[in-house]
């Protein structure tokens, strides 16, 4: 063993084996099917059992911290609700995300019962404790998918714990009330600091930065957030350990008067008073939460003259946020945050231990220096193969990139500080403004030029499958465990496995046919997307003005399929470019068997009647205006499709005929109706 290695064993990390039974238990939750969930059950029960009357005492502890983490998911387990049919409800918005043209939000009803609802062009900001009154159609909270790799929404509805969703406009949505107590007086804090940041004479850039780093806001622009992961310092824009501990320093200087006239115990509580509510007022994301609650078993340590293992804190801050919020665990930040911490936690000792045995080992300034550069490159090294597998790229030069950053982050988080400050109580400071300006021109600068430096990895170059990870991993800690020990033979194997994963992961490739399409339910309308060689198209009867929207949707939600096909989406554009007219206005697809009319005019009703009277897919979109029971017996082997992009009274209108007929219809186009290479399925 080396020299001032910290030899941690089990019994000194208590919580290791129980929050390991915890994570497993949710997971089972999450990924099972219900019955595995029951059976799991069962089995950590019995093992609970066995392990007792075997006087197993950590065994013990792991089923029962197993069975602790799925009566968790159980309490937290959305209610069901009745889909497919039109519903007025009300609740309070617990999620706000606003996407600018729309705004995304968590309906709460009470009872468990949670509604995931995308509102289009509502002309006010929604705020977390609103009161609301949506009328809309309910669906299932998992969206079916047509798309290959398409996101289906399901991360989304497991971590917020939806019951069902709903899209609706501007028309069927009403805010009851705003915000009320503390929730009230939290958002007008939190309102009242951003505006006075970007109302301080900042850059429209540099203020929205400094209401991500210090407020977890995102309003910036995409561009910069490509640029910042590029670069490896997306961890700069969302709130961390970093940020917490910063603030705490600063917190610590504020205070140091208070310490030196003998209140540190006040300085302490005041400190853990004024942690707790800045992660209230952030939103209590889990990177921040973990944070705090380490800092709060420091603090509460040094209240009672105990110090506690900085490994045992950081377990107990993933016990508590699982404890309270079981779908967390699913969630990329709570996943890289542990990680980042433990990788820091467990590799920085024994490289330190080296460091002591040099030369310049015991001086401060090496010290301190190397903290500044390995302290990044461990956390980076950690978290790299899950956030290659998370977001598909790996940032080669991130340490060019993290030597400065990690400098210029405290100091644009406490000038930060200063700037809201100064702009709640209307100062001006002009000198500290342009300073602020200039560190974020330096940290963009340096994002820009480390991101396009020749070797880093595009976004599709990282899509493999998620048990890959486990070797990678498995040979990390082989190198960790051979480091620290001294034994050679682990290194090496180790350093085999890693390497040999990361081949096996990059060697990975789909076998995908040269030309195929899809069906594509969106919004505003219903789509085709189209593949030819890397070139993607989006042939959609929604109006013009929504295109754009559409498009930022498929870069969102297509992702995965555009990624794995390594193709660009080129553009979105009107059926009317497909290259077969039908009468005056209207247009039909067809590719093999099927056959797919875009109804768009009552006077081409009857154009295709024969052509289609085999069956397919009559689509009445936005531009019909006839009689709904007149297409019904033209097209009577057909299926009927009433587009989205068709008005909601008049498509409410036209379904009511239609089920008063005893004819049925569908709300979109059905995944079924894509005919494809079956290599791709």
């Not at 995300?97 to 006010?124: A, K």
């Not at 006040?266 to 004024?274: A, H, S, Y």
């Not at 480091?483 to 682990?490: E, I, L, Q």
């Not at 009277?613 to 009927?640: H, Q, T």
Request: hydrophobic letters at 50%; charged letters at 15%.
């Amino acid at each position: 063993m080396r020299p001032g290695v910290h030899n941690w064993e089990i019994s000194d990390l208590p919580l290791l084996i129980p929050v390991g039974g915890m994570t497993g238990g949710i997971a089972l939750c999450g990924l099972g099917a219900s019955t595995m969930v029951w059976t799991g059950a069962a089995v950590f029960m019995v093992g609970i059992i066995l392990s007792i009357w075997r006087k197993w005492p950590r065994v013990v502890f792991f089923f029962s911290g197993g069975l602790l983490g799925i009566a968790a998911w159980m309490v937290a387990l959305p209610s069901r609700v009745e889909t497919g049919t039109i519903d007025k409800f009300r609740g309070k918005l617990v999620s706000v995300y606003d996407y600018g043209v729309s705004q995304r939000v968590v309906v709460d009803m009470g009872g468990n019962r949670r509604i995931g609802v995308t509102v289009h062009d509502f002309p006010h900001k929604l705020e977390v404790g609103d009161s609301v009154e949506v009328r809309g159609l309910l669906l299932p909270a998992v969206a079916p998918v047509s798309v290959p790799y398409e996101a289906d929404g399901s991360s989304f509805a497991r971590n917020e714990m939806l019951s069902a969703r709903c899209v609706v406009s501007e028309d069927d949505f009403r805010l009851i009330a705003d915000a009320s107590g503390m929730r009230k007086i939290l958002n007008r804090l939190r309102d009242t600091v951003s505006e006075g940041i970007r109302h301080s004479g900042l850059r429209q850039e540099t203020a929205a930065f400094l209401c991500a780093v210090l407020l977890g806001e995102s309003d910036i622009e995409p561009e910069v957030r490509e640029s910042f992961a590029r670069s490896g310092l997306s961890h700069m824009l969302a709130l961390s350990g970093t940020h917490v501990s910063t603030i705490a320093f600063m917190l610590a200087f504020i205070l140091m008067p208070v310490e030196m006239a003998g209140g540190r115990k006040m300085r302490l509580v005041v400190t853990l008073v004024f942690l707790w509510g800045y992660a209230v007022l952030t939103g209590m994301s889990p990177s921040v939460v973990r944070a705090v609650t380490m800092a709060s078993f420091l603090i509460v340590g040094k209240l009672s003259g105990r110090y506690p293992n900085p490994m045992n804190s950081l377990l107990g801050a993933a016990m508590l946020i699982l404890l309270f919020r079981p779908s967390a665990l699913f969630l990329a930040g709570f996943q890289l945050s542990f990680l980042a911490v433990a990788g820091i936690l467990l590799a920085m000792p024994p490289v330190m231990a080296v460091l002591n045995d040099t030369r310049w080992g015991s001086k401060w300034g090496t010290r301190t220096l190397a903290n500044v550069v390995l302290l990044p490159v461990v956390a980076v090294v950690a978290t790299a193969p899950l956030s290659a597998w998370h977001f598909h790229y790996f940032p080669v030069w991130f340490l060019v990139a993290n030597l400065p950053a990690a400098i210029l982050l405290p100091v644009a988080l406490c000038g930060g500080c200063l700037v809201a400050v100064a702009g709640v109580v209307g100062w001006h400071v002009s000198l500290l403004v342009r300073g602020m300006d200039w560190i974020y021109n330096v940290m963009e600068l340096v994002a820009k030029v480390s991101g396009s430096l020749p070797g880093n990895m595009e976004t599709a170059d990282f899509y493999f499958p998620g048990w890959i990870l486990v070797l990678i991993y498995g040979g990390m800690f082989l190198i960790w465990y051979g480091w620290r020990g001294g034994r050679k033979v682990y290194l090496i194997n180790g350093g085999v496995m890693v390497v040999a994963s990361v081949v096996v992961a990059l060697a990975v490739r789909p076998v995908v046919p040269p030309d195929e399409w899809y069906v594509w339910g969106v919004n505003r309308g219903t789509a085709l997307v189209w593949r030819e060689g890397k070139d993607v198209v989006i042939f959609t009867d929604a109006a013009s003005k929504y295109h754009p929207e559409i498009k930022e949707q498929a870069q969102v939600r297509l992702a995965g399929f555009l990624g794995r096909r390594r193709a660009e989406l080129r553009d979105v554009v009107p059926v009317s470019i497909l290259p077969e007219r039908v009468g005056e206005h209207s247009f039909l697809w067809k590719d093999r068997d099927c056959r797919i009319l875009f109804l768009m005019d009552k006077s081409d009703v009857g154009c295709l009647a024969q052509e289609l009277e085999g069956g397919g897919y009559v689509i009445v979109s936005a531009g019909f205006k006839g009689d709904i029971c007149d297409v019904a017996s033209s097209y009577p082997r057909c299926c009927l499709v009433l587009s989205p992009s068709i008005p909601p009274v008049r498509r409410r209108k036209y379904a009511r005929l239609l089920k008063e007929s005893g004819r049925s219809y569908l709300l979109n186009l059905p995944p079924e109706a894509s005919r494809y290479s079956p290599s791709t399925k």
